[in-house]
């Protein structure tokens, strides 16, 4: 056998599996088909993938689909295109319900030998039972009661919706988690997959090892929530004699600022807090990538989490700020400027009718390709840039050269109105302080677009809830923020989803055509002032 062979991750640590066989290694990602796919699990899908990849191994995409009360098909198909946008590619997929015969022959087994027996302890009582260490008075029921009860709970009779199974474990070990679980619990309703055929299903608990065991899983990836359950998870699989399965924690994700249960998810969802599941401002898989966020930039982020176990809610700026590194060589470069506060520049000595000239798309990094640039003796500056020019002042426009400012309008309120500047392109760019950016007046040959840039806040306004919290009450009220602006032409082609720079604005992502208008969502950039508005 050989060892556990490590890759060092960016972060620098060594990220390795124990007893990894080369070539041997089987990972799985459970979702529940029961939403969208969020952060969170977007972190267990890369490392399962990772670590596959890592040992020329196998990944199965498993739906863990144990609950009709929560589970629909439609998720699956939707989780599906979720792992897409993740980049993540399962060598097979799989449905915990594909066990359900074998689980219940199991069950049955389990009961016969004395290690699983049926239960109608109320909930709250069998809570408090477990609490203080004490044995449910059906804990030695016959082996025969239990049958009897487990085929009433199969054919979802009355009195057997009342019971459960639990394994018997333990009744008072330190670890509550070993305190005889749940294995079994009746469900009336349809599953949306084996339909009418079980009113009984597994938990999480008792499938989960089996299910691994029989897959070929080697290696368990378990958030360390579960590292209490993980003698549970062991003893499943010993008991029934099954195969060993490694357990190998990472801590689970959490932001500021941010939900990430599904149930809650649903409630902004429902009541129109956000456009859909793909909301920007959602920590779905699919909104954060339609902000802008690369998968690469997740992956690195997800690695350098790697096998830390402290559980914290951690600053969206650190994995926004590597996404910067990311996009900032291939993201071209435009211009655009706010709508309602341009100033009319005459440069004189520019020429009388357009020009146009192509220019690289980035400066360094010839590779993206070119766009076009329209000269113009009449142009449009921003309100601020024009405001700040002093008299006879020597400023760049960028793309063009120096420009030496001759005079500026400004009316009562204190507002430029116009400005006049000669051209002085024997100047030195690298010696004055202000770089412009600036766009050719429109024209009937050379209209410039308008485009709407769309900057997002929290959805909550409070960093960490409380236990206590109602989220409800922490709704940010406004969260979305728009300004028109005009923008350079090179916009018009620009395919949707496309991830570029307004230079000296931020990084932007093209979202497609609303309301007639190109609209562009702000990337954040991990600097502190992310909310360009407020
Ligand atoms: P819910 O979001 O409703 O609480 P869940 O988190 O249990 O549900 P699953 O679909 O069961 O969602 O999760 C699939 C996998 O993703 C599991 O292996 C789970 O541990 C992992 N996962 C879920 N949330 C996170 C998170 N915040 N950080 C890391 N891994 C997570
Ligand atoms: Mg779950
Ligand atoms: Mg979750």
């Known amino acids: 056998a050989q060892k556990a062979r490590s890759n060092k991750t960016a972060a620098g640590f060594a990220l390795g599996l124990q007893d990894a066989i080369e070539g041997q290694v089987v990972t799985r990602f459970p979702p529940e088909p ?15 993938q990772y670590f596959a990849r890592m040992y020329r191994g196998k990944l199965i995409i498993r739906f863990d689909d144990t609950n009709p009360s929560k589970e629909r098909s439609e998720f699956e198909d939707t989780i599906l295109e979720d792992l897409q946008l993740l980049d993540i590619h399962g060598d097979k997929i799989t449905h915990t319900s ?12 389990m009961i016969k030998e004395g290690k699983a027996y049926a239960d109608d302890t109320e909930k709250e009582q069998m809570q408090k039972e477990r609490f203080d260490g004490i044995a449910s008075k059906h804990r030695e029921d ?10 009433e709970m199969r054919q ?15 009744v ?54 579960y590292r209490d359950r993980n003698p549970q998870y062991l003893w499943m699989n010993k008991t029934l004699g099954m195969r060993k399965v ?33 909301d920007p401002r959602f920590p779905t898989v699919r909104g954060i990538r339609r902000r802008g966020m690369t998968v690469e930039a997740l992956t690195q982020f997800m690695l350098s989490q790697g096998p830390s176990s402290a559980v914290v809610s951690l600053e969206w700026d650190s994995i926004w700020a590597l996404n910067k590194k990311v ?12 709508k309602d506060k341009t100033v009319p520049v005459t440069v004189n000595g520019g020429p009388s009718t357009p020009e146009v000239k192509s220019l690289p798309r980035h400066k360094k990094n010839r ?35 120096n420009a030496i400012v001759r005079s500026k309008t400004v009316d009562a309120s204190g507002v430029v109105t116009g400005i006049v500047v000669d051209l002085h392109l024997e100047g030195d760019v690298k010696k004055t302080k202000k770089k412009i950016t600036w766009l050719a007046a429109p024209t009937s040959e050379h209209p410039i677009p308008t485009v709407s840039l769309v900057d997002f806040d929290y959805l909550i306004t409070k960093k960490k809830l409380e236990e206590n919290d109602q989220f409800a009450d922490f709704v940010t009220p406004v969260t979305e923020f728009k300004e028109e602006a005009f923008a350079d032409v090179n916009v018009l082609d620009l395919p949707k989803g496309e991830i570029m720079q307004f230079e000296r604005k931020g990084y932007y992502i093209y979202d497609g055509i609303k309301d007639g208008v190109r609209e562009f969502f702000r990337i954040p950039d991990g600097k502190a002032a992310g909310i360009a508005s407020k």
């Open 34 to 48: 029961s939403g969208y796919l969020h952060i969170g699990h977007a972190k267990a899908a890369i490392l399962n």
């Open 98 to 109: 594909d066990y359900f015969d074998q689980l219940y022959e199991l069950a049955v087994k």
């Open 142 to 151: 016959s082996v025969e009661d239990n049958l009897k009860h487990f085929e």
């Open 156 to 170: 979802g009779t009355t009195e057997g919706v009342r019971w459960c199974i639990r394994a018997k474990l333990s």
């Open 172 to 225: 008072d070990s330190p670890n509550k988690a070993l305190r005889d679980p749940v294995i079994y619990r009746c469900n009336l309703l349809p599953h949306h997959r084996t339909g009418d055929k079980w009113k009984i299903y597994p938990t999480y608990d008792f499938a989960c090892p089996i299910v691994d065991s029989i897959e070929g899983v080697t290696h368990a990836l378990r958030t360390n929530e």
């Open 246 to 278: 490694n357990i190998w924690d990472f801590s689970r994700l959490n932001f500021i600022y941010t939900l990430l249960s599904k149930r809650k998810l649903h409630w902004f969802v429902d009541n129109n807090h956000v456009s859909g599941w793909d």
């Open 327 to 338: 996009i900032d060589p291939v993201a071209p470069r435009l211009w655009a400027l706010l």
């Open 367 to 401: 590779d993206i390709g070119e766009k076009k640039t329209v000269y113009s003796s009449q142009i449009l500056i921003e309100q601020e840039d024009a405001a700040s020019f002093e008299d006879q002042e020597e400023v760049t426009l960028m793309d063009w050269g």
